[in-house]
């Protein structure tokens, strides 16, 4: 990470150290006030809380500011993006998993569990999630678990060109442009399993605006930005069943700012610090 980090400061001309400071947004359980990240599940065996500010700021010589990588992208939509104007906003990311970011009253909800919007319960008793307990939305919409599914129905005999289209493309995983094609071919198992996606996003989406009454939700992400606009709406009229308050619904948006997000967010971090 760090050399990552060293060599765009030297594309960009500048050394680390000249650096106002740098902001890091990591998946897991992030503590900026301690410096640390805990339970990052995409990462194997990174489970307790390491000291990732303080091993930063020594080896790049500037200081470092910590945040989750959902919220910090959601808050970078807040800011500059598809949430201006908002008070209340709701991020949800959907890629290889589901993350949220959550701002209440313009500020983020920072709390180590907040914004785990994957793993909010769609189906009592339902598919395993990576995370091993079942029927969260991310067994039903994380990509991961998406792919899964479709080689287990592909292995079982049920035709589709998914993963021809993955190997023409040159991937090893059914990435979100391998969907988007699979989608376009009229791919009738590819169909299946993002409808499925697109309910469980729905129920839980709503169960989260039902919590929190936010003025806006915000949809990134690989899938998300991906699938565009037509995916927005359809995430929102499955949501319209499930919303208490339906006669005020929140307003549906696809992120603006698109992969970029996550590091604008994470540069936020700097600029929001002083």
């Known amino acids: 990470m760090a050399q990552a980090l060293s060599e765009a400061a030297g ?17 897991g359980a992030v503590d900026d006030a301690a410096g640390t990240v805990a339970q990052a599940g995409n990462l194997p065996g990174w489970t ?17 500011r910590l945040g989750n990588d959902v919220q910090v992208a959601t808050d970078a939509e807040l800011a500059l993006g598809a949430g201006r104007g908002c008070s209340s906003l709701l991020g949800v990311f959907w890629g290889t998993g589901v993350g949220g970011g959550i701002v209440i009253d313009g ?5 180590p569990s907040a914004g785990e919007l994957g793993h909010v319960v769609v189906r009592i008793g339902g598919r395993q999630c990576p995370c091993g307990r079942y029927g969260c939305l991310e067994a039903y919409a994380g990509r991961g678990s998406m792919e899964q599914r479709a ?67 915000v949809i990134g992400g690989g899938m998300g930005v991906r699938l565009g606009e037509p995916f927005a709406r359809r995430i929102e009229q499955a949501m319209m069943p499930h919303l208490f308050a339906d006669d005020t ?14 590091a604008i967010g994470a540069s936020l971090l700097v600029t929001s610090s002083g």
Do not use: C, Y
């Not at 619904?249 to 996550?262: E, H, K, S, T, Y």
């Open 249 to 262: 619904p929140p307003a549906v948006r696809v992120a603006a700012l698109g992969d970029l997000g996550g």
């Open 107 to 111: 500020k983020p909800l920072d709390a």
């Open 48 to 64: 307790d809380p390491f000291p990732l500010r303080a091993v930063l700021s020594e080896q790049l010589g500037a200081e470092v």
């Open 11 to 27: 594309q960009a001309g500048v050394a680390t150290g000249e650096l106002a400071g740098v902001g890091v947004g990591s998946p």
């Open 151 to 217: 080689r287990k129905l592909h292995a079982r005999g049920e035709h589709t060109e998914l993963f021809k289209i993955m190997e023409k493309r040159g991937r090893d995983r059914l990435s979100s442009g391998v969907w988007a094609r699979a989608l376009e071919a009229e791919d009738p198992l590819a169909h299946r399993i993002i409808d499925e996606a697109v309910e469980a996003l729905g129920a839980g989406v709503a169960s989260a605006v039902n919590l929190l009454g936010v003025e806006a939700v």
